[in-house]
């Protein structure tokens, strides 16, 4: 977000093989809640808890004043009215979104939340986004994090942004500093530090933000691997606590037909079996075709989901070999290829 003074957003195998070792529908990483509308937001800060209070949606409309508002349902909301026009602003017209933890003191239950960054397992979430063909936005993830474990107000810490996704001239806030390969991704690396004055009380933090050079409308991040880089560029401290993860849209211009279709997030994603296999040329993960289970089904290249035709887990063969993650030494035992490494290419 930006500098406002209330900032509220707040291998080689046959197809058998492979099918072998995926653990069918049990493998996702986050189980889809059941959806049942809860109704339209239009106030400029409304809010709602969904999914049993286990995530909030809120409208958070902080950027603008045209009267934008969302429909909110378990696991996400959509878009509805409000068509923003701040072309060429630097700071977007809000941040409508769901989330997890607390924000601004508007808490949801039951996630984990707070958690100090140096007691971290494995937090990870997965969004699926719905974007438009026209505006000027991003879809991305929004992290929070504070020197205290409850904080009521503006984080003093750092935000994370995550972009997944994005449309026009827009960038993040600051300044481009690098770039870094995670989670089978290039991601441009932002940074800025920002502050805000309310109530007469300075409040500064640190914004890091990841852009995905190859964009996708689903994502699941391990958020670990993203605080680990966030930490060894000083941007992050481990004896900070993370307050809140949240997924949604930043508008500039546009705005209806934007939404979240299924969110969620586990403070401890390895307790979940099983994991995509990422080709890092093509940044493709290895799929089974039209969600096939029978033998001879083609495993392909395809884009990321993290649906349960892309989990895989390592299972015993004929030979009694197993594959392990291990060091890289470049040898014979580590290479692999694929002959297409384009979307949709069959293995």
């Known amino acids: 977000m930006r500098d406002l003074p209330r900032w509220l957003r707040h291998g080689a195998a046959t197809t058998a093989g492979l099918l072998a070792t995926l653990l ?8 889809a809640p059941s959806a049942s509308a809860t109704g339209p937001l239009c106030d400029q800060y409304g809010s709602a808890p969904v999914s049993g209070g286990t995530y909030i949606v809120q409208n958070n409309e902080w950027g603008d004043t045209i009267g934008q508002c969302i429909n909110a349902f378990d ?12 072309s060429g602003s630097p700071a977007p017209a809000g941040y409508p979104s769901i989330y997890a933890g607390c924000h601004w003191g508007n808490c949801s239950s039951g ?6 960054v140096s007691s971290f397992t494995n937090p990870q979430s ?13 879809a991305a993830y929004d992290i929070w994090f504070d020197t205290a474990p409850h904080p009521t107000g503006q984080n003093n810490g750092a935000e994370l942004m995550i972009w997944a996704d994005h449309a026009g001239p827009p ?3 600051g300044r481009q500093v690098g770039t870094v390969w995670l989670e089978g991704a290039n991601w441009d690396v932002w940074y800025g530090p920002q502050s805000s004055t309310n109530g007469g009380v300075t409040v500064t933090w640190n914004t890091v933000s990841y852009v995905r050079q190859q964009p996708v409308h689903s994502l699941t991040v391990n958020i670990k691997d993203f605080t680990n880089d966030s930490k060894a560029r000083g941007y992050l401290q481990p ?9 949604g849209f930043e508008p500039w211009v ?5 939404g979240v279709k299924n969110f969620s997030y586990t403070p401890d994603g390895s307790a979940a079996t099983g994991g995509a296999i990422v080709g890092r040329q093509s940044g493709c993960c290895l799929d089974l075709s039209e969600w096939g289970s029978a033998d001879g089904t083609p495993a392909q290249l395809w884009d990321c989901s993290g ?14 070999s197993l594959p392990q993650i291990w060091d890289c030494w470049a040898t014979a035992n580590q290479l692999w290829s694929h002959p297409n490494p384009l979307r949709g290419a069959h293995a």
């Open 171 to 173: 960038t993040p806030y």
């Open 126 to 138: 997965h969004v699926d986004f719905t974007t438009t063909g026209d505006g000027q936005w991003d």
């Open 75 to 86: 696991g996400g909301f959509t878009y509805t009215s409000g068509y923003h026009n701040l």
């Open 111 to 116: 996630n984990g939340l707070p958690q100090q």
């Open 239 to 247: 004896s900070w606590y993370m307050t809140s993860v949240q997924a």
């Open 24 to 31: 069918l529908g049990a493998l996702s990483l986050v189980t």
């Open 307 to 320: 649906d349960w035709n892309q989990r895989w887990t390592a299972a015993g063969s004929t030979n009694g």
């Open 254 to 258: 546009g705005g209806p037909g934007l």
